[in-house]
């Protein structure tokens, strides 16, 4: 089980973590008042079990959630009749949304805390809707109680939010630093708290996360992970069976092609995909009002995530949940406006939902096959 879901002694709980200060508590109100349900009516209840069947609930709950706030986003783009339905496919058919959105894992919880921040810098960029902020306070707190590098993004979406508001850069600047320190003091502050109060002062180190910066490969490898991941994050081309060890048992792993060396096709693709978004964050500033700051929103997450992953972890496709809404949304702004480009950014829409619902569906055939379920008959 991943963290948040899993038993305390594999998600570490009696330590502070720095990395995640709140997920191993999110859901933990969820899962006692559902335990206290089942023991009323006298059912046994495994903790373990009740977790994972919780987490197969609330992880696709969530990821539909964040999918119909991602319609709406389109929506408020102006965004009708094809090119809306082709987004949407595409959105619900992209891989990593497919992948992550089927296990109970914390990436697709940042997904849709991205989705939630879009939506909001959207409202106020252009609806000009004001929003409280105890909102702010409280989005940042989630976001970076799932992963304190998510204070960040929140850091990103109020700065342009305020800035569609006729702040100066300045202003915006300050402003947008005070919500994201505010969210990321509180939520660590809180898990350490928890962590103290529960299971005492830790006796040992916390798990570390630094050994994972600098990967030993050239900053050109790098650069060709990313954009691979950025590709397969909508359609992967070849995913690879192998195996490895983890706390000195070996596992069956199921890697995607830029996990090792993405193959040109894969690097062409996401080369393609990174084109596409450009081209719509250039449509959606010139066609859609205050859409200069959505798209200039979501440029700046790109490339926080770009920059990043470009020297910590060494798998780029792991953390494709982070950027994923973002580059939605700029892929979105081809499709905007009422002019002679829209019949071309129907045909684009159409070629990569093709490529989504294909190269996604023919990967979910090839993981069965290799963990030898149906898929191994077709």
């Known amino acids: ?30 899962l006692r008042v559902v335990a206290s349900v089942l023991r009323l009516f006298g059912t046994p209840v495994d903790a373990l079990v009740l977790r994972g ?48 959105g089927s296990i109970p894992d914390h990436f697709a919880l940042t997904r849709v805390i991205c989705v939630v921040l879009l939506s909001i810098t959207a409202s106020v960029a252009i609806n000009r809707r004001g929003v409280r902020e105890w909102t702010w306070i409280l989005l940042a707190t989630l976001a970076s109680g799932v992963t304190v590098t998510n204070a960040a993004f929140i850091a990103v979406g109020r700065f342009f939010a305020d800035l569609s508001q006729g702040q100066s850069f300045a ?8 919500t994201s320190a505010a969210g990321l003091a509180i939520s660590v ?45 909508f359609a992967p081309q070849k995913l690879i069976d192998g195996r490895s060890a983890i706390k000195g048992k070996e596992i069956r ?36 009002a205050g859409g200069v700051y959505v798209a200039l929103s979501c440029l700046a997450m790109m490339a926080l995530n770009f920059g990043l992953h470009l020297f910590w972890g060494g798998t780029p496709f792991l953390y494709s949940q982070h950027w994923i809404a973002s580059h939605m949304l700029l892929i979105a702004g081809i499709a ?21 619902v294909y190269f996604s569906a023919q990967s979910w055939f090839s993981i069965y096959a290799m963990m030898g379920g149906i898929g191994s008959i077709l």
């Open 1 to 30: 089980m991943a963290n948040g879901w899993g038993s305390i002694e594999s998600l570490h709980w009696a330590l502070p973590d720095s990395v995640h200060p709140l997920l191993a508590y999110l859901f933990s109100p969820v």
């Open 53 to 100: 069947a919780l987490a197969l609930l609330v992880v696709p709950t969530l990821c539909s959630a964040g999918a119909v706030l991602m319609m709406r986003l389109f929506v408020q783009l102006g965004i009708v009749g094809f090119p809306l339905f082709a987004l949407n496919a595409i959105n619900l058919f992209a891989f990593s949304n497919m992948i992550f």
């Open 171 to 178: 202003s915006a600047a300050l402003v947008a630093a005070k």
């Open 189 to 233: 502050g809180l898990g350490s708290s928890i962590a103290v109060y529960r299971y005492g002062v830790p006796q040992g180190p916390s798990p570390s996360h630094i050994s994972q910066f600098a990967p030993n490969e050239s900053q050109a490898q790098r650069v060709q992970k990313m954009v691979g991941a950025i590709g397969e994050s």
């Open 253 to 288: 792993t199921i890697m995607v092609e830029s996990a090792a060396h993405p193959s040109v096709r894969t690097w062409f693709l996401g080369g393609f995909v990174i084109m596409v978004a450009l081209v719509g964050a250039h449509r959606m500033s010139r066609n859609v």
């Open 336 to 356: 905007t406006g009422h002019d002679r480009w829209n019949r071309w950014a129907s045909l684009v829409l159409a070629f990569l939902m093709m490529l989504s």
